[in-house]
Each structure stands twice: as C-alpha cells, then as structure tokens.
C-alpha cells in the first residue's frame, strides 16, 4: 500500500477536536480513522499499522493517556510517525514526548496551515526513512552475495592447491583434509573462537603447499634421504609462504604455514622458535600433522598403530609439542578419533 493510501490516525477525547482535523485533513486528501481515548487508539494500531500513515495524539486523555500512546508505537511500530497535540502549558510534557520518540507537537489550538506542513513533514520524515531501510536490506543483501562469492573463489583456491600438492606427493593423499579434520577436532576441544577456526582449517588444508616446488624424486624417495634432500624438504614451509603471498586473503594464514614445523623446545625448523613464539594455530597442525603422518603409509615404511602413534604424540608433549595441544589432542581422540580412525 502506497503512503498516500494510508490512513492519519486521530487520537483525541474532545468530539469537536477530532471533528476539526478528520475535516481538515480530508480536505487536504488525507484518509482518516479516529479514536476516543488511548486504549481505542492502541487497539486500531494493533490491528491496523499496516494501513496508518502518521498519527496525530492527544496528551490528556481519560484512562489510557498519550504517552501510553506514543511509547507503543516507539517501542512496536517506531516506523510510524506520531504528531502531539498539546495544550500551551504542556509544552515541557510535548518535548519529553518526542524524547520519547514522537515525530513533533502541535499546540491546541492550531492552525490549518500549520496542520497541513506538519503532516506533510511528518509523511516525508517516514518516506526517508523507509527508502533508507530499503537501501540497507538491498545493502546488506549485496554484502552477503558478495561475501558468498569471495568465499566460493576461497575455497576453489584452497581446492585446486590441494590438489596440486596431492599430485605431487602420493604418500600424503587426503593427508591435508585428515590434518583440517583433526585440527578443528582440536579447536573445537580448545574452544577456539569462529575466526582461528576458519583460520585453522585453511592453514591446515594449505600447511604443505610448499612441497609443490620441491622435486617428485626427492618427495617420493623409498630410502633414507641425504642430508642435502632433507634441508630441501626443509625448506617446505617457506616455499609455501612464497607461493601464497600473492593471494592477500591468505594474508593471516601465512605465519602459520610458515611455523608448522617448529617444535615446542626449539629444535624444529625453519626459523628454531620456541613455545610461545610459535602461533598457537601452527602447535596445533604440528600434532595433528605428526599423528597423521604416523598412521599413514610412507614411501619408506608402513602405517603405524593409532594406539603407538598417540604414545608418541604424549611422549613428545612439552619437548616436540605444545602440552595444552596435546592435552585437547588427547582429549579429542579418546572423545572421538578413536572411533572413526
Ligand atoms: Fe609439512
């Protein structure tokens, strides 16, 4: 229904008032409906709002007064202006009243003229305010299908690097997607807010992007590998970050990638951080990277036990690992993993 369509609600006890403006704003074009006293008035607005424009209220009225009035529609249908009528000497009650939310206040009596422009307003303040709430739902819904869409080239990213990095190395298929898998097992159990999860599943599924610029020959090599072939695998977690810089969405993971070698005690690589200067997120991959890469087939052994892999993720707990990570490891597997692994 069209504004103009709608209905000027006239809330006044004094018969020859409420006479006055149904006459007057009719002569104007206005459609109006009329109530005697607050309670009427609430009952129509309940039943009605759809079809009311503007409402103009009286402030004393018996039994159910105006300010009952207007703090309704405030607090239900704040969409619908209100006008108050007032006498001279409660212009201070008037001023309190559009505290409260109404749209402005006549005072008794009034003049036609001011009648008509203060309608006038008060229809042209409920169109803005209607045109700004339809531009903030058409906003809001540009924002979520903009949002949706960044997130699908995300996760297409994420997808086609994974594969990549399967297609080189055919001992850690669906390695990363167990790694995403446990690690957020381990969020969850770490009560980790949204954003480090979302943050976790990708630097897990991407954690070992880097072996894609590291040779096949070297990657799938059945024997012990030399010492030069064990500094290039080594250099897995930089070349990762090198190859994900560009993509400037992956910004926050990259600390991550880069760290998820790094032992507890120091001793790990590339950069020998230790505990706490290790990110959280990156203790995290390390143990369900390391309990992954135990009870999967190598190129230079077999898978070992679930049982013997978790005895060394807690034999490792404060050298190679993060205790509190290997505590909601633990926790997790009993829960959960040793179940479905
Ligand atoms: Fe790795």
Redesign the pocket.
Known sequence: MELQEKKILIVDDEEDIREILVDSLESLDYHTCTAADGDEAIDIIKEEHEGLAAIICDLKMPKVSGDQVVHFVAQEHPIIPIIILSGFAQLDMALDHIRMGAFDYMSKPFKFKELALTVKRALEFRSLKEKQARYQEELEIKVKEITAKLNNSVIQTVGSLIMAIEEKDKYTRGHSHRVAFYSSMVAQAMNLSNEEKKELEYAALL??V??IGISDQILNKPGKLTNIEYEIIKS??SKGVKILEPLKFLDNILPIIEA??ERYDGKGYPHGLIQEQIPMLARIICVC?AYDAMTSERSYRKPLAKEIALEEITNGSGSQFDPKVVDAFITTYNNILSEIT
């Open positions: 954690h070992d880097g072996k897995h977690p998820h070698h990277d």
